[in-house]
């Protein structure tokens, strides 16, 4: 057994000094290009090209020694680092991959992209027919080298698609998602072509069954990875959010995941990136995966590892091997036909098939022409599999950084030509008014539920928590997490309580808990900390004395909850009841607007629902009356601005909104007279209680409110 030893100190000093220097360049000329509105892959790519043979390390030999692996084990130590700001690449990439956006637009995006990767593909396939011998690595096995043209022509670039819709303000837009959509489907499409071409490169012959082999393989790989695979990856989560205490713990998870997958895809002659992204695609269907370990993840890829990557990219182009006339020659044409190709094929597509007119169907090809970074990850398998010589490396590298750069010019001359319709307009403008929505994302629920038998009753079942919960998982992606605490040794009787409960529910992951503790507050708080969005809590109970506004647990949650919470106020509903009509107290603070997002969102999954929002003016006595009439009609005026705007609010959400302005010496009352009047189902309160007294102090006009309301009662703490 050879002894484990490490590099020669000499090559990992080279690495060091290459990383550092590559990362600075890679920003510093990524920033340049930003800045002159070109995707910063661009000057990434750029650093790379300038430091390597091209120009400085060619011109500077004694230079060149420092930023140019000249030994074996020096280009593989800086292989390794660039194999893994490509596989956080794919990561990432997958993690955007929004399986429901593209089911949305599937009708558009599934012809955009099958016109595009046909047309691509074959007549990448003609060229790589075409193109010379010594242009191939391995003039004997040249049927791959033109199936890897063939593939390389038909991907597309994400991250930089998306990077330029984002500069132009189009990510929202209908046509924007579209091209997103279309592109994730050839990007997925072309890393499985990749792997089939990456596996045929691997030694095997290229025969029937050889093919079928490395087919088989791939959709072996898929599909174990998105059943039994995804499986194993939401028991994993499930086990480190919730036992795991140490820092960043989610972060580590996934990191490792993703290693350990490229690993499997390696072990089947695929490429590692594979196993990355479908990775990326699994962590982005877990609604419990919490948002911050994302943009972590994207720091780490997007900040380090993705320009070191872009960076070494640029180091393996020689431009001056390009400048003789026949390379450039052939280069123009792999330009012209890589884009010729994929404009055409899109949009044939988008008018046969997606049924778009002229300016829509140029929009797509626009957009979805940019190659840049997973044009970049392909041409570096193809050198390192060595199926492309230096010299058709460089030209597709420059054919990847030329798509790239076109894209942003032609996608606004194309969108200069294409207008919103009304209902894209409602749509756009709906989504600026819910900017920041708190609601918006909510994602893991933690219900803290009393075992009440083994059996549920008919009223528990039809309890208020459980319905709002319903009805708010039906449009959002939930994550419930049913809890309860068993005493007294009941345990079973508490897991069988559970289990029947979560029958009831409708969200797309349902976890049930049951905890053993005698601190019944303390342990819910202790879950709760476990990166929850909300934690909802029924009051049921009614002291007898003042000593406690629901009850001694549950002011004690509400006051130090890591996370917002909903306190439901009500008796078990019966059968009929359901929150139709809503009212939300206003005053124009935070947890007033807060509370009416949350009445809005419960309205908008049924027309038939409404929310009123309410605003009181106070009836003061004034020795003057001209002064009180004064002071009355400008609160009067002020309440009004108030109601309207989050009546603006809710009719651009689609629901039917009132607005009201009610005067009285006493808010409380008016708010209850209110609710009788009009027979409201639910009031909403908005509240934001931090932690006091042991008793939790909501103040006497909210605590009147939930005294004497004729219905249930929400307080809904941010």
Same mark, same amino acid.
């Given at each position: 057994?050879?002894?484990?030893?490490?590099?020669?100190?000499?090559?990992?000093?080279?690495?060091?000094?290459?990383?550092?220097?590559?990362? !600075?360049?890679?920003?510093?000329?990524?920033?340049?290009?930003?800045?002159?509105?070109?995707?910063?892959?661009?000057?990434?790519? $750029?650093?790379?090209?300038?430091?390597?043979?091209?120009?400085?390390?060619?011109?500077?030999?004694?230079?060149? %020694?420092?930023?140019?692996?000249?030994?074996?084990?020096?280009?593989?130590?800086?292989?390794?680092?660039?194999?893994?700001?490509?596989?956080?690449?794919?990561?990432?990439?997958?993690?955007?991959?929004?399986?429901?956006?593209?089911?949305?637009?599937?009708?558009?995006?599934?012809?955009?992209?099958?016109?595009?990767?046909?047309?691509?593909?074959?007549?990448?396939?003609?060229?790589?027919?075409?193109?010379?011998?010594?242009?191939?690595?391995?003039?004997?096995?040249?049927?791959?080298?033109?199936?890897?043209?063939?593939?390389?022509?038909?991907?597309?670039?994400?991250?930089?698609?998306?990077?330029?819709?984002?500069?132009?303000?189009?990510?929202?837009?209908?046509?924007?998602?579209?091209?997103?959509?279309?592109?994730?489907?050839?990007?997925?499409?072309?890393?499985?072509?990749?792997?089939?071409?990456?596996?045929?490169?691997?030694?095997?012959?290229?025969?029937?069954?050889?093919?079928?082999?490395?087919?088989?393989?791939?959709?072996?790989?898929?599909?174990?990875?998105?059943?039994?695979?995804?499986?194993?990856?939401?028991?994993?989560?499930?086990?480190?959010?919730?036992? *795991?205490?140490?820092?960043? =713990?989610?972060?580590?998870?996934?990191?490792?995941?993703?290693?350990?997958?490229?690993?499997?895809?390696?072990?089947?002659? $695929?490429?590692? *990136?594979?196993?990355?992204?479908?990775?990326?695609?699994?962590?982005?269907?877990?609604?419990?995966?919490?948002?911050?370990?994302?943009?972590?993840?994207?720091?780490?890829?997007?900040?380090?590892?993705?320009?070191?990557?872009?960076?070494?990219?640029?180091?393996?182009?020689?431009?001056?091997?390009?400048?003789?006339? %026949?390379?450039?020659?052939?280069?123009?044409?792999?330009?012209?036909?890589?884009?010729?190709?994929?404009?055409?094929?899109?949009?044939?597509?988008?008018?046969?098939?997606?049924?778009?007119?002229?300016?829509?169907?140029?929009?797509?090809?626009?957009?979805?022409?940019?190659?840049?970074?997973?044009?970049?990850?392909?041409?570096?398998?193809?050198?390192?599999?060595?199926?492309? @010589?230096?010299?058709?490396?460089?030209?597709?590298?420059?054919?990847?950084?030329?798509?790239?750069?076109?894209?942003?010019?032609?996608?606004?001359?194309?969108?200069?030509?294409?207008?919103?319709?009304?209902?894209?307009?409602?749509?756009?403008? %709906?989504?600026?008014?819910?900017?920041?929505?708190?609601?918006?994302?909510?994602?893991?629920?933690?219900?803290?539920?009393?075992?009440?038998?083994?059996?549920?009753?008919?009223?528990?079942?039809?309890?208020?928590?459980?319905?709002?919960?319903?009805?708010?998982?039906?449009?959002?992606?939930?994550?419930?997490? $049913?809890?309860?605490?068993?005493?007294?040794?009941?345990?079973?009787?508490?897991?069988?309580?559970?289990?029947?409960?979560?029958?009831?529910?409708? %969200?797309?992951?349902?976890?049930?808990?049951?905890?053993?503790?005698?601190?019944?507050?303390?342990?819910?708080?202790?879950?709760?900390?476990?990166?929850?969005?909300?934690? *909802?809590?029924?009051?049921?109970?009614?002291?007898?004395?003042?000593?406690?506004?629901?009850?001694?647990?549950?002011?004690?949650?509400?006051?130090?909850?890591?996370?917002?919470?909903?306190?439901?106020?009500?008796?078990? /509903?019966?059968?009929?009841?359901?929150?139709? =009509?809503?009212?939300?107290?206003?005053?124009?603070?935070?947890?007033?607007?807060?509370?009416?997002?949350?009445?809005?969102?419960?309205?908008?999954?049924?027309?038939?629902?409404?929310?009123?929002?309410?605003?009181?003016?106070?009836?003061?006595?004034?020795?003057?009356?001209?002064?009180?009439?004064?002071?009355?009609?400008?609160?009067?005026?002020?309440?009004?601005?108030?109601?309207?705007?989050?009546? /603006?609010?809710?009719? @651009?959400?689609?629901?039917?909104?009132?607005?009201?302005?009610?005067?009285?010496?006493?808010?409380?009352?008016?708010?209850?007279?209110?609710?009788?009047?009009?027979?409201?189902?639910?009031?909403?309160?908005?509240?934001?209680?931090?932690?006091?007294?042991? =008793? !939790?102090?909501?103040?006497?006009?909210?605590?009147?409110?939930?005294?004497?309301?004729?219905?249930?009662?929400?307080?809904?703490?941010?």
């Amino acid at each position: 057994m050879e002894v484990f030893s490490a590099a020669p100190h000499h090559d990992v000093l080279v690495l060091i000094i290459q990383i550092g220097v590559l990362l !600075l360049a890679a920003r510093a000329f990524g920033e340049i290009a930003q800045r002159l509105g070109q995707p910063s892959v661009v000057g990434e790519l $750029l650093a790379g090209i300038i430091l390597g043979p091209s120009l400085l390390s060619g011109l500077f030999p004694a230079l060149g %020694q420092w930023l140019v692996p000249q030994t074996a084990v020096q280009g593989y130590l800086l292989e390794v680092v660039s194999m893994i700001g490509a596989m956080f690449l794919l990561l990432i990439t997958g993690l955007e991959t929004d399986i429901k956006l593209i089911k949305r637009h599937a009708r558009t995006a599934i012809g955009v992209s099958f016109g595009g990767i046909v047309i691509t593909f074959s007549s990448g396939f003609v060229l790589g027919q075409f193109l010379p011998d010594f242009l191939i690595a391995d003039a004997e096995n040249r049927l791959v080298f033109e199936l890897f043209v063939a593939v390389s022509m038909s991907i597309s670039a994400i991250p930089v698609i998306a990077k330029v819709l984002m500069d132009m303000n189009l990510m929202r837009r209908d046509i924007g998602q579209t091209i997103i959509a279309a592109g994730m489907s050839d990007d997925t499409t072309g890393w499985i072509l990749l792997s089939i071409v990456a596996g045929l490169a691997s030694g095997q012959a290229v025969t029937a069954g050889s093919v079928l082999y490395i087919v088989g393989s791939v959709v072996a790989f898929m599909v174990v990875s998105f059943t039994l695979g995804r499986w194993i990856v939401k028991k994993l989560l499930e086990y480190v959010q919730d036992e *795991v205490k140490m820092h960043d =713990r989610l972060l580590t998870l996934v990191v490792v995941l993703m290693f350990l997958w490229g690993a499997i895809t390696t072990a089947l002659n $695929l490429e590692a *990136v594979l196993g990355a992204f479908v990775m990326g695609i699994i962590f982005g269907t877990m609604p419990r995966l919490p948002q911050a370990t994302i943009h972590k993840l994207e720091s780490i890829a997007l900040g380090v590892f993705a320009p070191i990557f872009f960076g070494v990219a640029g180091l393996k182009v020689n431009i001056g091997s390009l400048l003789e006339p %026949q390379l450039l020659l052939i280069t123009a044409i792999v330009i012209f036909i890589a884009s010729a190709g994929k404009v055409i094929g899109t949009y044939a597509g988008a008018r046969l098939i997606g049924g778009k007119d002229h300016w829509n169907a140029l929009g797509f090809g626009a957009g979805l022409n940019a190659r840049g970074a997973m044009e970049i990850i392909i041409a570096t398998i193809g050198l390192r599999l060595g199926i492309l @010589t230096q010299d058709m490396y460089s030209i597709i590298v420059v054919m990847a950084m030329a798509t790239s750069m076109m894209a942003p010019t032609a996608l606004r001359w194309v969108l200069g030509h294409i207008k919103s319709d009304k209902e894209e307009e409602e749509r756009l403008e %709906q989504e600026k008014l819910q900017a920041g929505s708190l609601v918006a994302g909510i994602h893991r629920v933690l219900m803290p539920v009393r075992c009440r038998g083994s059996k549920l009753t008919k009223n528990a079942v039809q309890s208020v928590e459980a319905q709002i919960l319903e009805i708010l998982g039906s449009k959002n992606e939930l994550s419930l997490t $049913l809890m309860t605490i068993a005493r007294d040794g009941n345990r079973d009787q508490c897991v069988n309580y559970l289990n029947e409960l979560s029958g009831i529910f409708n %969200q797309q992951e349902i976890i049930t808990k049951v905890v053993e503790d005698e601190k019944v507050g303390d342990a819910i708080l202790d879950e709760a900390k476990k990166d929850y969005d909300l934690l *909802v809590v029924g009051a049921t109970e009614h002291p007898s004395d003042n000593s406690h506004l629901f009850s001694s647990v549950i002011d004690y949650i509400v006051r130090v909850a890591p996370c917002p919470t909903m306190v439901v106020k009500a008796t078990e /509903a019966d059968e009929s009841w359901s929150p139709n =009509r809503i009212l939300v107290p206003t005053n124009g603070a935070l947890p007033a607007k807060n509370a009416a997002d949350f009445g809005f969102a419960l309205a908008k999954s049924d027309p038939k629902r409404e929310v009123s929002i309410l605003n009181v003016v106070f009836e003061e006595e004034s020795s003057a009356y001209h002064v009180r009439r004064d002071l009355d009609a400008d609160m009067e005026k002020f309440g009004q601005e108030i109601v309207d705007e989050l009546k /603006a609010l809710g009719e @651009t959400m689609n629901v039917k909104t009132r607005a009201a302005v009610e005067k009285g010496e006493s808010s409380e009352k008016v708010i209850a007279d209110f609710a009788r009047r009009n027979d409201f189902d639910l009031i909403i309160l908005g509240t934001n209680i931090r932690p006091g007294s042991s =008793r !939790l102090y909501l103040g006497p006009r909210t605590e009147s409110i939930l005294a004497n309301a004729p219905c249930p009662v929400i307080i809904f703490n941010t």
